[in-house]
């Protein structure tokens, strides 16, 4: 049974990571990358839909991405759904494509950004702490019923921190990472 509860710890804070991974790749670098582009989604006929289910995506170059839908209909849509987002950016419409510089970051922008990746990193741990306070709770509500023996208790205990602290650490590394990388010229 405490195996089960560690289990699901794990599996909970592994998916905390995850939600902070996918929020540092779309912060952007100054460089061009796709993952900018994930949380955009267009009004296609009704729908709410991610931009790269409309649209072919590329990045010729460092700085730059292009968006060509398939509809060409739709180019007035997506250019409006960029402007609208807060990334910050500003497309050019040539009538077929869409072509979306990525600015160079300023130091008062690239300040800003550290903040926000701090707080997001935050968020992940306090949301790894939840999920190690709700097994705790589990565990000494399993010792209180008597369906656990205080050295099983102790055990799984230990495990649990283990986890937290093993997931706690790679959010700290990964958030440092995102940090120099923001901070390099």
Not at 56 to 78: F, S, Y
Not at 111 to 116: Q, R, S
Not at 145 to 164: C, G, Y
Request: proline share 5%.
């Amino acid at each position: 049974m405490s195996k089960e509860i560690v289990d699901d710890a794990k599996k909970r804070m592994d998916s905390s990571v995850q939600v902070l991974k996918n929020e540092l790749v779309a912060i952007r670098t100054g460089r061009a990358s796709l993952a900018i582009l994930d949380g955009v989604s267009v009004d296609y006929y009704g729908t709410p839909t991610p931009l790269n289910q409309v649209a072919n995506l590329a990045v010729p170059e460092g700085n730059l991405i292009t968006v060509q839908p398939w509809e060409p209909a739709l180019l007035p849509v997506i250019e409006k759904a960029i402007l609208s987002s807060d990334l910050d950016l500003n497309p050019s419409n040539d009538g077929k494509i869409l072509r979306i510089p990525i600015p160079a970051l300023t130091e008062e922008r690239r300040k800003t950004l550290v903040k926000h990746v701090s707080k997001i990193a935050e968020e992940a741990r306090t949301a790894i702490r939840q999920v190690r306070r709700d097994a705790n709770d589990h565990l000494k509500k399993m010792l209180k019923e008597k369906k656990l023996s205080e050295d099983e208790e102790a055990r799984t205990l230990k495990r649990v921190q283990e986890l937290t602290d093993e997931h706690t650490k790679t959010v700290d590394d990964l958030a440092k990472k995102k940090e120099q990388e923001l901070l390099t010229v």
